[in-house]
């Protein structure tokens, strides 16, 4: 019988050797060959033996296999941070001349490595709108990569995976998409045929605000050369941080389900007051994303956004909670609230601001684990004072 998430990230492997409950950090960076015909695998993907650190290590290795299954794929690489997973992911697929169709409304740092540094490379970078994705055959029919979020940092848009995918196939080009604002709970990309999910595993995966990471799933086909991109780049996280991350996945499906519960209260909290001009939240029926987050979605996740009147009072406000932290962060047990102007997306021009939606009045919620009426309160109290 197939067993349920929770159980899948519970019991994933177990060190065959001693049955210790939690897996051991391998705190190596090198392990020693039995005889120098060992070698002769160094360069392997999964290789059976282990070689050196940058390249995989049995902690790692472990945390990757439960968080496949997770995404439902066939297997998982491990990263020092988001960032990491993205751009190496994004460089390993892309050679000098290629060209990226992406979705003009991305996590702030991923928008600044495309139009910054990819081109450095010679790739040649495409933002497109969410109607220009779907047709993405029609307006990049040369794209070798589609990449794009949903939910969308920061205002929880959601684009169609299924569309993106199949316009995407129409030109045979691989789809990448961060998946890190749903967690693998909530949504599971591969399952729509997108080729490559990434996590900022520093979020809801890690979920305790204590490690940065970052993850890529999808089929051996493509993962081989994920593999070879990150020997190179050598962006691995520690065995610490996957230990670290091992413990965090064994609560990520009860977690994640009471990030969903409080951010519904408050998204219908915040629906029902005048000072908060717009309530962005795919859980609320009255989202223009909703009916494409029912399609793709379990649950509608623990982020949301609201738009107050200006920059003043998205700080009068972020400055009056006594729970909700003001912090650049997200996916995690506290609450954190951001402005995404000040913080996310303060490498953005004007130009680049109004393209995404968004204003100066805005701010982004990262909706915790504490008790939802006391979120409540906090909340109501913070609005009051506007
Ligand atoms: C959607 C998304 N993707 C990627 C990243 C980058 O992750 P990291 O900070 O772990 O490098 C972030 C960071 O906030 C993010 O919000």
Redesign the pocket.
């Known amino acids: 019988m197939k067993h349920g998430s929770a159980t899948q990230a519970i019991h994933g492997g177990r060190d065959a050797q001693t049955r210790s409950v939690t897996y051991p950090i391998y705190q190596t960076a090198a392990f020693a060959v039995e005889s120098s015909d060992g070698y002769a695998h160094i360069n392997d993907y999964q290789a059976e033996e282990f070689f050196y650190s940058r390249y995989d290590n049995p902690t790692l290795r472990q945390v990757s296999e439960k968080l496949a299954r997770l995404e439902h794929a066939e297997d998982c690489l491990l990263f020092a941070?988001?960032?990491?997973a993205?751009t190496t992911t994004l460089l390993g697929l892309l050679s000098s001349g290629d060209t990226l169709a992406a979705a003009r409304t991305l996590?702030g740092?991923?928008l600044t490595f495309l139009r910054d540094y990819a081109p450095r490379f010679g790739i040649n970078v495409v933002l497109l709108d969410e109607e220009q994705l779907y047709n993405v055959d029609q307006h990049v029919p040369q794209a070798k990569v589609v990449y794009f979020?949903t939910p969308v940092?920061p205002r929880c848009d959601c684009i169609s995976i299924a569309r993106t995918v199949a316009a995407a196939k129409r030109i045979g080009a691989l789809v990448v998409k961060?998946n890190?604002?749903a967690s693998p709970i909530n949504q599971t990309p591969l399952d729509f045929g997108v080729d490559l999910v990434i996590h900022?595993?520093?979020?809801y995966i890690g979920g305790h605000s204590d490690v940065?990471?970052?993850a890529v799933m999808g089929p051996i086909s493509l993962m081989k050369t994920i593999f070879s991109a990150r020997k190179v780049f050598g962006g691995i996280p520690s065995p610490h941080d996957a230990f670290l991350l091992d413990r965090s996945l064994k609560t990520l499906e009860l977690r994640v389900a009471q990030h969903n519960t409080s951010a519904l209260a408050l998204a219908q909290c915040f629906e029902a007051d005048a000072k908060v001009q717009q309530v962005y939240y795919p859980g609320l029926p009255s989202s223009a994303s909703h009916s494409i987050a029912r399609e793709q979605m379990r649950g509608y996740g623990g982020m949301l956004c609201i738009a107050l009147e200006n920059l003043q009072a998205a700080k009068t406000f972020c400055d009056s909670l006594t729970i909700g932290l003001n912090v650049a962060?997200?996916g995690t047990a506290e609450t954190l609230v951001s402005i995404p102007v000040l913080t996310?997306h303060s490498m953005l021009n004007a130009d680049e601001l109004r393209q995404a939606g968004l204003t100066p009045g805005m701010v982004r919620i990262s909706v915790g684990l504490e008790n939802t009426d006391d979120l409540l309160a906090d909340f109501q109290q913070a609005l009051a004072r506007l």
């Open positions: 941070s988001g960032m990491t993205i996590y740092g991923t979020e940092n961060d890190t604002f900022s595993a520093t979020k940065t990471a970052g962060h997200l996310s």
